[in-house]
DNA sequence: CTGTTAGCGCATTCAA
DNA sequence: TTGAATGCGCTAACAG
């Protein structure tokens, strides 16, 4: 059995109001009797059962931090964004990693619950306006990351302008047929793919580019289905000059099959990704970053804020995204042949 | 207020004990009532509160994860495994990340409590014979991974043994002079740069090759230090024509560095690393694979085993590894000219 | 089959 | 300044 407060205050002659008081420091004990209840404590290896405190505070001092696709490169640098700042709070943190919808609905029925948790970190996901509903009764403190909601704090990106700006850049480099690699434009997770094709497609129209539906693909997201969709768009009769993808992993697996065909990036193909992963660094891969590790560290401190004054109305922050330019981009090769005046290079793919 | 098993209790028109027992499936309920029960949950949207529910069964359902150097590459693999089986379970994950000793320590004390955790997966950390102690005095079924300790189960790699291979590889190519870039060999949380170190030093030994001193440089593990150390071993008046890196990490800052100093690898410079970081593969690197999803999955499933059956005596696993052999390893220059017959392209360092 | 009751370990009143 | 009593929400044993 392991020792509890009672064991403590029989231990050093005092009563459990008295061990709880020295503990928690929450009222004026005299000083030889503290000495006392601590050298108990020390003997004892004593440290309070968090669940009977829980039970009694009626607060948790857990945050529950929700982060679909775990599996990708991108969500893990959110990830230590929020263990950094949280090793100095006194919370734990309590993770759900979530892969499926069906597994996003049954979290998202549980887990939002005072008794549970005292906030609520969600990365990534649009809420229905059930869970929406559910939180606000409840009254948990909550921080969405990179969706927003009006009724809750949220910090995200403007992605429909970052894509229009990743676009533009292509554009404004000479390419005239841009494709765009995407996830399903209908991922039940959130519009991140259909806001950053909006942004592909508004580039589109002020340059006053068509938009080609056999320039988009959709698929699961996976460097491997970027490499899939990128072999398609590159095997059209008349493919694309660059390629525009919603994520680095896509980006990369477009890379993989420029790189099977033969295709040399960027003089035959440019491709722009999206997150700056560290991989993206490596491959020296144009992106448009988002700051992944800072979105972790914000929504915490905003959450740690939201737990302190409840009474706040939500913040709306919206976080900045750059392009990177490294060496994934470049002006096609016909605008090249007539501004350098240099041959291109045969084309290689077959 | 949030609703408890009274409300529900009081909207069914049945007694609390009724409610529980519907819940849990914990007693056979006439049909009837237990649908009224059941449409009372529903209307309610109740969900129990685990702080009661914990404090009533002496369980947690909640299992500790402790993993030091999350800022590292590697170990996040690990959480990926451990997270890849969890969401099957209906154990609640608690974070603990750890990056300084005294952090450690702090965790150490407090978390490995019944009452706290069911469960605790220590990732890559020694432990004080305190530590163990208390571990098995509360009876708190525990897994070690990548260390070991023989109260405790453990799943762990013969690092000594696949640092000797990863050298012999470098010595079977021909190379002569191997430097180690390593971490402290006296870090605190193990014993891993030592071992690897032992691993180096005896496939010298194997080969009757000297182990020279100047040729090992300690340092914080990260890519930046790798450089560093790199080119320190690279300025020297009889630089070695091949590294053993402790970690991927490392690799890819000597690589790095090789590329700053205009040496070609592998032609200049051999380099090895350890663990097959998603990076590794990327830079075409030769490396020491340990299965780090693998050793995540492998761990929580012994946890879990350990839970069921807390009376079978510890467990201990050794998980293989292997030489992954790519692009950053090849005979020395000398060597080559011997064997090839060709002659060695002019050496551009600095 | 089901309602009532006694703790689980703690913080926090209320008395003293 | 401190000890005893109450209740947090729940499960499980007990009684009906």
Redesign the interface.
């Known amino acids: 059995m ?1 020792t509890t407060i009672h064991d403590v205050a029989k231990r050093a002659g005092v009563g459990i109001g008295t061990v709880s008081s020295v503990i928690n420091n929450s009222r004026p004990v005299n000083e030889a009797t503290r000495q006392k209840v601590l050298t108990a404590v020390a003997e004892l ?1 004593f ?1 309070p ?4 405190r ?2 009694s505070m009626g607060k ?1 001092h ?1 945050l529950g931090i929700l982060i679909p696709f ?2 990708g ?1 991108s969500q ?1 640098e959110r990830l ?1 964004g929020v ?2 700042v949280i ?1 100095s709070s006194d919370y ?6 979530i ?1 499926t919808v069906a ?1 996003r609905n049954k979290v998202l ?2 887990v939002p ?4 948790v005292d906030g609520l970190l969600i990365f990534s996901m649009n809420l229905s306006e059930d869970d929406v509903r ?1 939180i606000s009764q ?1 009254k948990i403190p909550t921080v969405l990351v990179e969706t927003a909601h009006p009724a809750l704090s949220s910090i995200w990106v403007n992605d429909v302008a970052a894509a229009q700006t990743a676009v533009e850049h292509l554009i404004s480099l000479g390419h005239q047929k841009v494709g765009y690699i995407s996830d399903y434009l209908d991922d039940p997770f959130g519009a991140f793919s259909r806001n950053r094709y909006l942004g592909y497609c508004q580039a589109h129209e002020l340059a006053g580019l068509p938009v080609r539906p056999e320039y988009l693909r959709q698929n699961e997201h996976s460097r491997a289905n970027g490499r899939c969709m990128g072999l398609e768009l590159l095997n059209l009769p008349d493919r694309p000059t660059a390629i525009f993808a919603y994520s680095d992993e896509f980006a990369l697996g477009v890379l993989d099959a420029a790189r099977e065909l033969n295709l040399n990036v960027p003089r035959d193909l440019s491709v722009i990704g999206y997150d700056d992963i ?2 993206a660094h ?2 020296q891969l144009t992106t448009m970053r988002q700051h992944l590790f800072q979105s972790g560290v914000q929504g915490v401190e905003l959450l740690l804020d939201v737990i302190e004054n409840k009474d706040t109305s939500p913040t709306q922050l919206q976080l900045p995204t750059e392009l990177v330019i490294r060496q994934t981009t470049a002006p096609p090769q016909e605008i090249e042949k007539h501004t350098v005046g240099r041959l291109p290079s045969s084309v290689t793919y077959k």
Not at 49 to 52: A, E
Not at 92 to 97: A, E, G, R, Y
Not at 113 to 116: E, I, N, P, S, V
């Open positions: 392991p290896d440290v059962n968090p669940s009977g829980r039970l948790t857990t775990f599996t490169s893990v230590r263990m950094s090793a734990d943190i309590s993770l759900f990693t892969e597994q029925q549980t619950r005072r008794g549970r559910r409840e560290e991989l490596f491959a």
